[in-house]
Structure formats: structure tokens, C-alpha cells
């Protein structure tokens, strides 16, 4: 049984699909929404073939994007050339970024910033941010061993993940 077939909620799914050949199975077969994530699923000419491959399916493009800065800006790029584009997942000022948000590693962090919810499309060269290497050089000095957070209500309940 198709699941959208069972529910009025638009389906999405894509964040661990990494190939045109992945999301082949999965479009035309019920998803409102495909999240292929531009870092694992062959950059950004592999995610136009996933939209164009979408599109003749009403198959919207909303790519999984919770790395950065370079995969926000690759990801914005797509969202300026796909008509199937009508959002762009990132986390710019989420709380789980404290201390360490995308825009801390760009020279000028001007072309990641969204105003009233939207992004502005830059005329600069190529993904059109500067990666500050420094900043980079700073984070890899100080080391991370990354786990998944849990974030609880008050009550104790998850608030996420």
C-alpha cells in the first residue's frame, strides 16, 4: 500500500537517500517532497538531475541541509536555477549551533543571511560565500567528538531528536 494513499500530510523523504537512482524508487510513488542532502547525494549537478527528475511528478525539492556554510550555499545556488524549489532547510541560528554557527566559518556571512524568511541571490563568484580558513584552522585545533543532542521540555518530555 502507498502510504500517501493513507494521509492527507504531504510525505517527504530524502535526507539518507544519495543517488538519482535512490530517489528514482521513491518518486512517483506517493512523496510530496524530495530532501536530497547536497553533501552526500553528488553535489549539486547529481541534486539538479534529482529535481528535474522530480518535477514532471509535482515533486517538490526541498534539500536536508544541516551542515554549512558550504552546503547552504550550494543548496541556495540549486534553489535559484529548479522551478520545484519552494524551501531551503538550514540552520542558521539554531540553538544547536551555539558557539559554532555556519556563518562563524565565512569571511563575510552576508550571502547565508535571510530576511523575513528569505535569501537574497548573490552576485558573487561562484557559491558566492568565502569560507574563512582561519576560523576552520581555530575549530580543528580545538577538536570535536560530535553526538547526536537531546533536547528535552521542562517536563522531561523530547523536544527533539
Do not use: K
Not at 553535489?43 to 515533486?59: H, L, N
Not at 536536508?64 to 529548479?82: E, M, R
Amino acid at each position: 500500500m502507498r502510504r500517501s494513499a493513507s494521509t492527507s500530510i504531504p510525505l517527504a523523504t530524502g535526507e539518507r537517500l544519495y543517488s538519482r537512482w535512490d530517489f528514482r524508487d521513491v518518486i512517483g510513488h506517493g512523496i510530496a517532497v524530495a530532501q536530497p542532502d547536497v553533501s552526500h547525494a553528488g553535489g549539486i549537478s547529481e541534486v539538479r538531475r534529482i529535481a528535474a527528475m522530480a518535477e514532471p511528478y509535482d515533486v517538490s525539492l526541498a534539500p536536508h541541509c544541516p551542515l554549512g556554510p558550504v552546503s547552504p550555499a550550494s543548496s541556495l545556488q540549486l534553489a535559484f536555477a529548479v522551478p520545484n524549489f519552494p524551501i531551503q532547510e538550514q540552520s542558521v541560528g539554531l540553538h544547536h549551533n551555539q558557539g559554532n554557527d555556519v556563518l562563524d566559518y565565512l569571511v563575510d556571512p552576508e550571502p547565508l543571511t535571510f530576511t523575513g524568511g528569505y535569501a537574497r541571490r548573490t552576485d558573487r563568484p561562484g557559491l558566492g560565500v568565502e569560507v574563512d580558513e582561519r576560523a576552520v584552522e581555530r575549530a580543528a585545533e580545538l577538536g570535536h567528538c560530535w553526538r547526536g543532542p537531546i533536547w528535552r521540555h521542562p517536563d522531561g518530555s523530547f523536544a527533539e531528536w
